[in-house]
């Protein structure tokens, strides 16, 4: 039995507007084992979820999500550029996906990656993890990032919550990674994993975006943690095939 987890990448990102509830319910849906998400803050410091800083690439606005309150954002559409179809999906809050996450008696995990590498959002770890500490939730949360300051602040916030580092592909980086006794887990790209077969355990990996079979079955075989992916039902077929 394969015991590697699959995530949805930013909910079902392949077949759905990313980071919007349907994407989030369609993930649920094809039998992902966790979600992944991205949070940033608003200009009243409401928790925004959207994976870049900008609203330009996924709505029909335009502008920086610091700049605007929650309410103005949510007068834009976050799905009528996948799809006419989904002209009515919202930008969501993190109390969103987590009040779906509870509606769908989720229990898998919860990968919520802090965008701070950019805009540094002051105060948005404590924020954030003040808020979800007091939810007592039924699911396993991971956080995420790629900026170090983040990482370093949330394990000192919270050291029952498991904290992975986000990286490329730079080799010397990612050894000083492996060193770090405040980093639990890891999230390299695919391309890494590729390029250092025999580097690291599985156990602690979870490799994005792995897409492709062919990358699939290369997290699989190597007993890889998770897989974070685009097309959550494709990995959940492909894992099941390979357990026949």
């Known amino acids: 039995m394969l015991n590697t ?14 980071n919007t509830l349907v994407a989030f319910q369609a993930a649920l849906d094809d039998g992902a084992d966790g979600i992944e ?13 959207m994976h870049d800083e900008t609203i330009d690439r996924t709505t029909n606005g335009q502008g920086k999500i610091v700049d605007y309150t ?15 179809k989904f002209i009515n999906e919202k930008i969501p809050t993190l109390q969103e996906v987590i009040q779906l996450l509870i509606t769908n008696n989720f229990q898998g995990i919860f990968n919520l990656e802090f965008k701070t590498d950019k805009t540094p959002y002051e105060g948005i770890e404590r924020m954030v993890n003040d808020y979800l500490v ?28 498991e904290i992975a580092k986000l990286f490329k592909t730079n080799g010397k980086a990612a050894k000083k990674l492996f060193k770090d006794d405040y980093i639990d887990s890891y999230h390299p790209k695919i391309n890494w994993i590729k390029k250092h077969r025999f580097f690291a355990p599985g156990r602690k990996i979870r490799p994005w975006v792995v897409n492709t079979t062919e990358d699939m079955e ?14 959550p039902r494709k990995a959940v077929v492909l894992k099941k095939y390979l357990e026949e």
């Open 218 to 231: 290369i997290c699989y075989k190597r007993k890889m943690a998770a897989i974070i992916t685009d097309y």
């Open 5 to 18: 987890k699959i995530i949805a990448h930013r909910g079902s990102k392949g077949t759905r507007p990313e």
């Open 134 to 161: 007091e939810l007592n939730l039924p699911f396993t949360v991971i956080y995420s990032s790629f900026s170090s300051r983040s990482v370093k602040l949330l394990r000192e916030l919270n050291e029952n919550v």
């Open 70 to 84: 929650l309410d103005e954002l949510k007068q834009f559409s976050a799905g009528i550029k996948y799809d006419p």
């Open 37 to 49: 998400t991205d949070v940033h803050l608003s200009k009243d410091n409401q928790f925004i979820i």
